[in-house]
C-alpha cells in the first residue's frame, strides 16, 4: 500500500522562506570613535553656531536583508544617547553656560544623558525615516529623524553599518527656554537641528 505523502501548503512554504530570508535582526553596538552626535543653531538670526557631545553611544538592532527588501522595517530598532556634560562649541565659557542650569543641567539627576529610542522605521527610494522618542532635560517628546542607511563594512572579524540621520526641534518643547535679547533681536534661535552620523559593529571590542 502507497503511505500518503505529507501535503505542504504553497502558503505555509511561502511564510517558512520569508521568515527564513527575513528573520536575521542583528545587534551592532555604536562605534563611538568612528560616530558623531552634533548640532546646529543660529546666533543672533545671521550666523549658525554648531557643537557636538564628545561622549556618545548606544545600539542598533538591523537587519540588512530585510531592509534592502523592504521588509519588517519596525524589527529594527535605534537607542542611541548623548552625554549632555560632554558638550562643545569650542568655546569653555559658553560650554560651561550651556551645561548649567539656563540649558541642560547637565549634573542634575536624569539630565545626564540625551537619549533617543526608536519606535517605527520605514524607507521610501534611498531615504530612511526614524520615528521615536527624544528624552532631554527630563521631557521626552517624539520627533522623526530622517536620512540614509550607508552600507556594510567588514573590518577583520567585525561587520560594520552605517548611518546618518538628521531632524529639527523646538528646544522650548524640552523646557530649554533661555535667551537673551540683542538690539532686538534674540541671541540663540529656538530651532536646532541634531545629526547624528553612526557607524556600529557587531562585536564590542577594540575599536580600530
Not at 543672533?44 to 553656531?49: A, K, M, R, Y
Not at 564628545?54 to 529594527?76: H, P, R, S, Y
Not at 524607507?123 to 520615528?131: E, F, N, Y
Not at 561587520?159 to 532686538?184: M, Q, S
Request: glycine content about 10%; proline content about 2%.
Amino acid at each position: 500500500m502507497l503511505k500518503r505523502q505529507p501535503i505542504v501548503s504553497v502558503g505555509c512554504a511561502l511564510a517558512f522562506f520569508s521568515l527564513a530570508a527575513f528573520g536575521k535582526v542583528e545587534p551592532f553596538a555604536v562605534d563611538a570613535a568612528h560616530s558623531s552626535a552634533r548640532f546646529e543653531v543660529q546666533h543672533l538670526v545671521i550666523t549658525t553656531v554648531d557643537g557636538r557631545f564628545g561622549e556618545i553611544g548606544g545600539d542598533v538592532a538591523f537587519d540588512t536583508d530585510a531592509f534592502a527588501a523592504g521588509k519588517d522595517l519596525n524589527q529594527m530598532k535605534f537607542n542611541l544617547w548623548a552625554n549632555t556634560g560632554s558638550i562643545d562649541t569650542g568655546n569653555e565659557k559658553r560650554d560651561a553656560h550651556l551645561k548649567g542650569e539656563d540649558f541642560f543641567s547637565a549634573t542634575k539627576k536624569g539630565n545626564d544623558k540625551i537619549t533617543f529610542v526608536s519606535k517605527t522605521l520605514s524607507k521610501k527610494g534611498s531615504t530612511l525615516t526614524v520615528t521615536g522618542d527624544l528624552t532631554m532635560n527630563g521631557v521626552t517628546k517624539p520627533v522623526t529623524f530622517k536620512g540614509n542607511y550607508k552600507g556594510t563594512a567588514s573590518l577583520g572579524p567585525k561587520k560594520k553599518i552605517g548611518f546618518g540621520l538628521e531632524t529639527e526641534i523646538k528646544r522650548a518643547d524640552w523646557g530649554i527656554t533661555w535667551n537673551n535679547i540683542v538690539e532686538k533681536v534674540p541671541a540663540i534661535g529656538d530651532t536646532v537641528k541634531i545629526v547624528f552620523n553612526i557607524e556600529a559593529q557587531k562585536d564590542s571590542g577594540t575599536k580600530t
